[in-house]
């Protein structure tokens, strides 16, 4: 049996999806850091999130107000193999893990359709107060679901998402052991503007 590391499946199988995806090829996935998170076994709950690191039109520092002064918010710098980190994707264990395979995936495009269109570390903003997920996060979400199966018509070899089939216990049978890559959640910085 062999080890199976979850972060770098994830991230071979995004490199597939941007290639494969018109509307996610935008995103440069040496850019994004998959992570893994500990979450509770329980059914409702986050599957995964997306952690942009540039505030909106890309910027690293914003001013802000907290009460009557005024504040300067940083964004922390991550690097990893060389390259500046834009966006840091946590997925939640063993939560993601007990999906069936097609929730697997459309919580996967769920999370990269957050990325800016521009790739510049900030999340894609829609008009209107809910800016994250548009009008309807349930209309959000079919449209991954379409966006999943045309790729999944579009992927004719599908070995390459076996990691993906069972939930984690057909996963631990399958594997001698799970590995993934563990990063404390980025921490805005704030000092006086």
Known sequence: MTTLNLTGELERLIRDIVARTPELQHIAPERLLVCVSSGRASRGGSLAKIHPLRFEGGERS?????????VLCTMPSITHRGEEMLYVIYFLVPRFL??????????IFHELYHISPACDGDIRRFPGRNYAHGS???????????????YLEATPDRSGL???????AALRSRHSAIVGRRL????????PA
Request: charged letters at 30%.
């Open 184 to 191: 404390q959640a980025p921490r805005i910085s704030v000092s």
């Open 62 to 70: 914003v001013k802000a107000r907290r009460g009557r002064r005024s």
């Open 162 to 168: 076996a990691f993906l089939e069972g939930d984690l």
């Open 136 to 150: 309807s996060t349930r209309s959000y979400n079919l449209f991954m679901g379409q966006l999943v199966d045309r």
């Open 98 to 107: 007990e999906l069936p395979f097609r929730e697997k995936l459309i919580t």
